[in-house]
């Protein structure tokens, strides 16, 4: 399986960003999508995560509310929407995917993107 994301940029805050990833999987559906993200001199974290199998979707704390996930099955695409961006929010996104997993732990998902660039400034 391999994922292409795309879409990070520079914004200025308050700003949104549209971030997507293609997944070379026949069955897109029936994975689960994330993204995690990773800011200078930070740990990686997650961000947020769908499973379209069970009908859910989980964010972390920080961008509860400013961010959305969501996917077209029919691309084999899953994006993150982001709104309200804050000089925070800066990262290279990572989209993530897998079979069976669904939570926040990065080294569970079998599956990693290239990573997209965020910069947002103040």
């Known amino acids: 399986v391999q994922l292409q994301a795309s879409g990070g940029g520079s914004v200025q805050a308050g700003g949104s960003l549209r971030l997507s990833c293609t997944s070379s999987?026949?069955?897109?559906?029936?994975?689960?999508m994330g993204w995690f993200r990773r800011a200078p001199g930070q740990e990686r974290e997650f961000v947020a995560v769908?499973?379209?199998?069970?009908?859910?979707?989980y964010y972390q704390t920080s961008v509860k509310g400013r961010f959305t996930i969501s996917r077209d099955n029919a691309k084999n695409t899953a994006y993150l929407q982001m709104n309200s961006l804050t000089p925070e929010d800066t990262a290279v996104y990572y989209c993530?995917?897998?079979?069976?997993?669904?939570?926040?732990?990065?080294?569970?998902?079998?599956?990693w993107g290239q990573g997209t660039l965020v910069t947002v400034s103040s």
């Open positions: 993530v995917s897998d079979p069976t997993y669904y939570g926040g732990t990065a080294h569970e998902y079998d599956y």
């Open positions: 769908n499973s379209w199998r069970h009908d859910r979707t």
């Open positions: 999987v026949r069955t897109f559906s029936d994975y689960v």
